[in-house]
């Protein structure tokens, strides 16, 4: 019991974003999946392992509608692994999730002719095994970045899994930053910062002056208590060190 | 056109209702028409420290529902005639306030009187929030510890996105007041110091009102404190803010501190 007490291992809370298909079904539906079949017959597997999420925001459909909509893509090797602007009258145990908060991102290409796009297909599919890799790829070459030019407020939260946050101000204590990169406050850090969320390790935080409540990379956390006492009010880096949270000042 | 101000903090018992009727009187004192309304449906107190509590009649409420005209609830001041108060019903609650309700009130409100006080209920809520909405200036009530600083951020950050203005793209002009001040206590620090206070919140100082007991001894025989005595400590904070909320460049006084300050403390603008 002890050993659990000075050996505190937490729990990992990480998030990830996966890039994901969105079908727009169309009604009637016999028209719209007969569409769908003949894309799926010119590159056999192209919905194989892509997780798709249906859209029906604003179709008049009733929920038995919707049930039979999902069974015939079921039929069709298409898993639906959420629901995107579902009225709640639309949804149910035996149906996917809702999803909300979606954002979009750059089209997904549709197969064109069918030898040539099929042996691409299969080069670009069969090497990515880990599926997380697919979506973070593109992202890796063009890293967004985000910058906060005003204080961030008690109760308020920044939220960016794309890449870095920078906030030139202050992070009033209850406030919240969420940042895919790293985190770079220009004031004093009283809130909380966490960078790194969609499992990258490399994600540093660094602010002018260490108040903070909590601090996590990549699912590592720090609490105000557990930081060591004489960085408080510095200004400070912190880093991840395989599993450890480091902390230095700067400068 | 008059000027529309919530008195606002997030946290209660900080002295919204107390700072609202002495500013409101303030003002009133140097000949501006002047209307303090009171946005505390359900939890009245500002007729009891303006002393109208017996004259009560209609209240927001009424007016909003069309049950009876503004100026009937209107309640002119007693001593001095350019105050008004609109008081809250301590029967119906907040939901009885409507968006469409309230603007129509305040727009009333704006072409007859100069300044359109609002007072605010703590918390962060239905009536919190109507009573930012048509806000131009926010005045921060805020006490030199922690928790109360910390609900003013929040505050803050409310009148820099729920408000009108805001949402049309302008910025809520905000002070600061900081309130229950206790020079001993701070220096001891057993209280936050006003530049603590001002580092954190980052928005600039109406003025500092030192705690006294002219404050309570005022809400007990039902005056605002800069109508029943204009000469205390407290009062002479309260004129101070007033003035500089008509645009006056002056420097704040700290309480017990001879000095002013006019460098090191006003002036300090930031957000």
Redo the contacts between chains.
């Keep these: 019991m002890t050993d659990v007490l000075t050996q505190p291992r937490p729990i990992r809370l990480k998030g990830r974003s996966f890039l994901a298909l969105s079908l727009t079904p169309e009604l009637p539906f016999e028209d719209w999946l007969a569409r769908l079949d003949d894309l799926a017959r010119r590159s056999a597997g192209f919905f194989l392992r892509r997780p798709v999420i249906l859209d029906v925001e604003g179709l008049d459909i009733d929920r038995q509608q919707l049930r039979d909509l999902v069974g015939e893509l079921s039929v069709r090797n298409v898993r639906v692994m959420g629901l995107e602007g579902a009225r709640f009258a639309l949804l149910g145990p035996d149906l996917p999730p809702a999803m909300t908060d979606g954002r979009p991102a750059a089209d997904i290409e549709a197969p064109v002719s069918d030898q040539a796009d099929r042996s691409q297909h299969v080069e670009a599919v069969a090497p990515s095994s880990p599926p997380p890799t697919q979506a973070p790829a593109p992202q890796a070459s063009v890293m967004p970045s985000m910058v906060v030019n005003?204080?961030v407020?008690?109760?308020?939260s920044i939220f960016f899994p794309e890449g870095d946050v920078t906030i030139v101000?202050?992070v009033?204590?209850?406030a919240e930053i969420v940042a895919g990169g790293s985190i770079h406050v220009y004031g004093?850090l009283?809130g909380r910062a966490m960078a790194g969320t969609t499992g990258n390790a490399s994600a540093r935080i660094f602010c002018r002056k260490l108040e903070a409540e909590l601090i996590a990379i990549d699912g590592f956390y720090k609490t105000a208590d557990d930081l060591e006492p004489d960085l408080r009010g510095k200004p400070v880096q912190i880093w991840l060190d395989g599993e450890t949270i480091k902390a230095a000042t700067l400068g | 056109m008059g000027k529309v101000i919530v008195v606002t903090s997030g946290k209660g018992g900080v002295g919204k209702t107390t700072s609202s009727a002495a500013l409101g009187a303030a003002l009133a004192q140097s000949g501006d028409r002047v209307v303090v309304v009171d946005f505390d449906v359900g939890l009245r107190n500002l007729d009891l420290v303006m002393g109208a509590e017996r004259r009560v009649v209609y209240d927001l409420v009424n007016v909003i529902q069309g049950e009876a005209k503004l100026t009937q609830a209107l309640i002119r001041d007693k001593r001095v005639e350019t105050l008004y108060l609109l008081p809250a019903s301590q029967t119906r609650d907040k939901d009885n306030l409507t968006p469409e309700g309230v603007e129509q009130v305040i727009a009333a409100l704006k072409n007859a009187f100069d300044w359109v006080i609002c007072d605010s209920p703590a918390g962060?809520e239905r009536g919190a929030t109507l009573a930012m909405r048509h806000a131009d200036v926010a005045i921060v009530v805020t006490n030199p510890e922690?928790s109360s600083v910390?609900?003013s951020?929040?505050i803050?950050?409310?009148l820099?996105s729920k408000t009108l203005k805001a949402e049309n793209g302008e910025r809520v002009e905000k002070h600061l007041l900081l309130t229950r001040y206790d020079a001993a206590r701070a220096e001891r620090g057993d209280m936050l110091k006003v530049d603590d206070v001002l580092?954190?919140l980052?928005i600039p100082l109406l003025g500092i009102i030192p705690e006294s007991m002219d404050v309570l001894r005022a809400s007990n025989v039902g005056a605002p404190v800069t109508l029943a005595d204009g000469r205390c400590a407290p009062s002479l904070a309260y004129f101070e803010a007033t003035r500089r909320l008509k645009g006056e460049n002056l420097p704040v006084t700290i309480p017990g501190d001879k000095r002013s300050f006019l460098g090191k403390i006003f002036g300090r603008k930031?957000?």
Excluded: C, H, N, Y
């Design positions: 005003r204080p407020r008690s109760g308020q101000g202050s009033a204590s209850g004093p009283r | 962060i922690v910390r609900d951020d929040r803050i950050g409310l820099d580092e954190i980052s930031a957000a």
